[in-house]
């Protein structure tokens, strides 16, 4: 009972924070890059795929329970333009009060270089970004309920911009077959203090949908997400040159739909594919799509560590590499002490 209280009171909570936001967009954005091989590697949104990757709790809260206890994660990313991403995450379950975990993530952009109005040089600025994650969860037989509390800020040329939000996480895990569905709405929350006196930022307000599964007797994990449900009609169409066309329906659909492999080709290796169809239509060239909307991967694992590296590719400026190195600690200490 007390539970069922305390979602209804977040719940409402949240949609009382949300009615200020912009859907999709907005401020802020780098809350929902995905910073971690396994996010990366299946298509950059996953909201069901449970037990697998610590670093998951910032897509949502509630694909982490007891089994990653001790699990603590390093990665790091390289971005077209010269763009640095380091990223960390550790769970831990606590006596009586069950799992908790947290994640620091920060976005390195360098020296940029600054012109005034009449483009002669200025000099060079720099800018960063980071975000602090506390996370619940709690688990009521077969389902999973949890919420991330974050402090999110970013600094430009000396401006900086700050904000405090909630994610609300749930997933039902099937007892018996390898079925998981999840549900996440993310960055409800405030604004604690803007740029300027005269900004008026908006949070990147999300609600996400998907289902992961594995075939009984296929070596294959299937994810299938969907994001920005609450802006369907995407509001950076708004900006497209005149002659845009509009997608169809059908179009429409599809680009807020992303698909995710996970194929298991050994007990230590794990090969990974994502196809996001909106950053393909969105991001290829006139001509030609090339890699646009399509990522890849694999994690290996030896011992008590596992090792992981993606590709996400994105247009012709680039692609994004993604390193990780996760250790079970518990496991790793509880080896150490046997040994001496």
Not at 89 to 102: F, H, V
Not at 190 to 198: H, K, Q, S, Y
Not at 299 to 327: C, D, I, P, Q
Request: net charge negative.
């Amino acid at each position: 009972m007390r539970n069922t209280i305390l979602t209804l009171i977040l719940l409402i909570a949240m949609n009382y924070m949300a009615y200020a936001q912009m859907d999709g967009s907005g401020s802020f954005l780098f809350l929902d890059v995905p910073v971690s091989v396994m996010l990366t590697g299946i298509g950059g949104v996953n909201v069901s795929r449970t037990d697998a990757d610590v670093n998951l709790l910032t897509s949502n809260p509630a694909l982490i329970s007891d089994a990653l206890d001790g699990y603590l994660s390093l990665n790091y990313v390289i971005y077209p333009g010269d763009i640095k991403i380091s990223n960390v995450s550790y769970s831990q379950s606590i006596a009586n009060t069950g799992n908790w975990s947290a994640n620091l993530v920060y976005f390195d952009y360098g020296e940029i270089n600054s012109y005034d109005d009449t483009g002669e040089s200025t000099g060079t600025f720099s800018a960063d970004e980071y975000a602090l994650t506390i996370s619940k969860s709690h688990q009521i037989d077969n389902y999973r309920l949890a919420v991330n509390v974050k402090y999110a800020a970013s600094t430009i040329a000396g401006y900086t911009a700050s904000s405090l939000l909630l994610d609300l996480g749930g997933v039902f895990i099937h007892p018996e077959k390898d079925f998981s569905a999840g549900l996440v709405i993310k960055n409800a929350g405030f604004v604690l203090n803007n740029f300027t006196e005269t900004d008026n930022i908006a949070l990147p307000f999300n609600v996400q949908v998907g289902t992961s599964f594995k075939p009984e007797h296929m070596p294959v994990r299937f994810s299938f997400s969907m994001y920005d449900l609450t802006d369907w009609a995407n509001t950076t169409e708004q900006a497209a040159p005149v002659d845009y066309e509009s997608p169809t329906a059908v179009d429409r659909f599809f680009r807020h739909t992303i698909f995710g492999m996970e194929v298991l080709a050994g007990k230590h290796l794990r090969l990974l594919a994502g196809y996001d169809h909106k950053k393909r239509k969105e991001l290829k060239l006139v001509n030609v799509s090339g890699g646009a909307g399509i990522s890849y991967g694999l994690m290996v694992s030896v011992k008590s560590f596992e090792f992981g590296f993606s590709r996400a590719t994105y247009h012709a400026a680039g692609a994004s590499n993604t390193f990780t190195l996760t250790s079970d600690l518990k496991n790793l200490i509880m080896k150490k002490t046997t040994v001496e």
